[in-house]
């Protein structure tokens, strides 16, 4: 059976409740100073003036039977936009960097953008952060072992998790897929927010 993530949204607001997430074992990807660490830019000011000027990264792993799918994404601070995503067998420099290529698509050219992520092996890579050189784009990192460095990143997560995944098993790949496309175009097109004055992220960009 299917999840209508409005209905539940809605029920949670007239019941006055608030979503606690469970706490989940976290994928981990620091593995010591491997390339350059980059300054911690943001120092925890999440707040933007407009879209482009601070996008966020993650990491977060999900169990499919035997097998763990990586899902990588970056939020804009602005709107809690959802910019670009993708789901790996790998949590390697790949899935990261063809994210970040989506994402940077939708850049415009005079965008002054920091990207914020953890100290993940993934935003060492020196490919990596020549392809951040190369589009102008901001590296900020957050201090090792430090979730609240990244806390916007951490409470999307948490929510997404809560109102999509919990206590849900999946069996096959396909549909995690499915799970995920599907929640993500919810989220930004639909899903409200009282940070946005009541609207979704993608109404409140125009």
Same mark, same amino acid.
């Given at each position: 059976?299917?999840?209508?993530?409005?209905?539940? *949204?809605?029920?949670?607001?007239?019941?006055?409740?608030?979503?606690?997430?469970?706490?989940?074992?976290?994928?981990?990807?620091?593995?010591?100073?491997?390339?350059?660490?980059? !300054?911690?830019?943001?120092?925890?000011? =999440?707040?933007?003036?407009? !879209?482009?000027?601070?996008?966020? @990264?993650?990491? @977060?792993?999900?169990?499919?039977?035997?097998?763990?799918?990586?899902?990588?994404?970056?939020?804009?601070? =602005?709107?809690?936009?959802?910019?670009?995503?993708?789901?790996?067998?790998?949590?390697?420099?790949?899935?990261?960097?063809?994210?970040?290529?989506?994402?940077?698509?939708?850049? !415009?050219?005079?965008?002054?953008?920091?990207?914020?992520?953890? *100290?993940?092996?993934?935003?060492?890579?020196?490919?990596? *952060?020549?392809?951040? @050189?190369?589009?102008?784009?901001?590296?900020?990192?957050?201090?090792?072992?430090?979730?609240?460095?990244?806390?916007?990143?951490?409470? =999307?997560?948490?929510?997404?998790?809560?109102?999509?995944?919990?206590?849900?098993?999946?069996?096959?790949?396909?549909?995690?897929?499915?799970?995920?496309?599907?929640?993500?175009?919810?989220?930004?097109?639909?899903?409200? *927010?009282?940070?946005?004055?009541?609207?979704? !992220?993608?109404?409140?960009?125009?």
């Amino acid at each position: 059976m299917g999840v209508n993530h409005k209905h539940v *949204q809605r029920l949670i607001q007239e019941m006055g409740l608030q979503v606690r997430t469970k706490k989940q074992r976290k994928y981990r990807s620091y593995k010591g100073e491997q390339g350059k660490i980059a !300054p911690n830019l943001l120092q925890r000011d =999440f707040s933007a003036s407009k !879209p482009n000027e601070k996008w966020l @990264t993650d990491i @977060t792993e999900f169990n499919v039977k035997d097998e763990k799918r990586y899902f990588s994404l970056i939020l804009d601070c =602005f709107n809690n936009e959802l910019i670009a995503y993708g789901l790996s067998r790998h949590p390697n420099g790949r899935l990261v960097q063809e994210m970040l290529l989506q994402a940077v698509e939708k850049l !415009p050219r005079n965008a002054n953008l920091i990207l914020h992520s953890d *100290q993940g092996i993934h935003y060492q890579m020196p490919s990596y *952060q020549r392809l951040l @050189t190369k589009n102008r784009i901001s590296q900020s990192m957050s201090r090792k072992g430090n979730c609240l460095d990244n806390a916007a990143m951490e409470s =999307f997560l948490g929510r997404m998790k809560t109102e999509c995944f919990h206590g849900k098993l999946f069996t096959r790949i396909d549909e995690l897929e499915k799970v995920i496309n599907d929640y993500v175009r919810y989220y930004n097109e639909e899903r409200i *927010q009282l940070k946005l004055k009541g609207l979704s !992220p993608i109404q409140y960009r125009k």
